[in-house]
């Protein structure tokens, strides 16, 4: 049985393409030949054009955020604007919470911070 495909990225030419996973083999990019970015294989690229979701995904990415499958289905929330990413950016600052855990939250807490 073949394995699945899974997806990988190219911030600076902001294309996405669908290989096998093989851990050990580093993906190039055939346009720039830089290195690509596993990002999993429950990601659905943005379009080429707009590049605000992009840089929202360059955030996600550099923040260590993948898209993987979890036992229910998709890999959960991710922030899809700049705006929901410097909320979360913001609460994260504020709280002390990890800056990986508060991007994916779904609901941010309205009250001030406890701690």
Known sequence: MAHAKTSYVCLPCRAS???PYDKG??????????????????FAPPR???TAAWRTLS??????????????????????TPREVRER???????GEPFARSLVRYDLPSGPPRG
């Open 17 to 19: 393409y669908k290989q």
């Open 89 to 95: 950016m913001t609460y994260a600052r504020r709280s």
């Open 59 to 80: 955030v996600l990415l550099h923040a260590g955020v993948r898209f993987h499958k979890s036992c229910c289905g998709g890999p959960g929330y991710r922030p899809r």
């Open 25 to 42: 083999r580093e993906r190039i990019c055939p346009r720039c030949t830089r290195p690509l970015i596993h990002v999993g294989s429950a």
């Open 48 to 50: 080429r054009r707009d």
